[in-house]
T-cell receptor
């Protein structure tokens, strides 16, 4: 069946560092891909999405490109801030949305 | 503003009790979902509903029940049959099942057995 694998955390970076959180997927069809963010004690918020191959989703300085050839959707940000500390979930949507297990990100001032 | 409202934010349950978690949306979305979140395990699907008066079991439905009498509402009951109910519960909705629009989530209910 369809699945999402993302890098295990926690990931700890200093402020202004470059961020990459890896995400790969397995799907039989042509799913849409998402990144969600969860701040402590809250629900998930949609961060960005891409609906077809080679699409780039972007929001709040975060980017991810739908790579069909490598079945990947890695999340990147050029300069992280303390306020980016959260749990990030990669997900795919085919018949239903399937979430990865989440990656906790800590940004140190 | 449109969104999903979950209540209460914190809920305490005694052994052997049933409790009901509320989920209301004013987004006019057809599909609604309940997830359970445990530390280190991501999100697991409990139940989902695509239309009023219809719902389907997810991956971990045992010990839970739902109803969908109105489009806006999708309450979840955690029954006494659920042996380990302490978790964070998230409700979500989407325009329709399996779309590229993604889900909108509520802010969650944290359930603790005392």
């Amino acid at each position: 069946g369809d699945s999402v694998t993302q890098m295990e955390g926690p990931v700890t970076l200093s402020e202004e560092a470059f961020l990459t959180i890896n995400c790969t997927y397995t799907a039989t069809g042509y799913p849409s891909l998402f990144w969600y963010v969860q701040y402590p004690g809250e629900g998930l918020q949609l961060l960005l999405k891409a609906t077809k191959a080679d699409d780039k989703g972007s929001n709040k300085g975060f980017e991810a490109t739908y790579r069909k050839e490598t079945t990947s959707f890695h999340l990147e940000k050029g300069s992280v801030q303390v306020s980016d500390s959260a749990v990030y979930f990669c997900a795919l949507s085919d018949d239903k949305i399937i979430f990865g297990k989440g990656t906790r990100l800590h940004i140190l001032p | 503003d449109g969104g999903i409202t979950q209540s209460p934010k914190y809920l305490f349950r005694k052994e052997g009790q049933n409790v009901t978690l509320s989920c209301e949306q004013n987004l006019n979305h057809d599909a609604m979902y309940w997830y359970r979140q445990d530390p280190g395990q991501g999100l697991r699907l409990i139940y989902y509903s695509q239309i009023v008066n219809d719902f389907q079991k997810g991956d971990i439905a045992e010990g839970y029940s739902v109803s969908r009498e109105k489009k806006e509402s999708f309450p979840l009951t955690v029954t006494s049959a659920q042996k380990n109910p302490t978790a964070f519960y998230l409700c979500a909705s989407s325009i329709e099942k399996g779309t590229g629009y993604g889900y909108t989530f509520g802010s969650g209910t944290r359930l603790t057995v005392v």
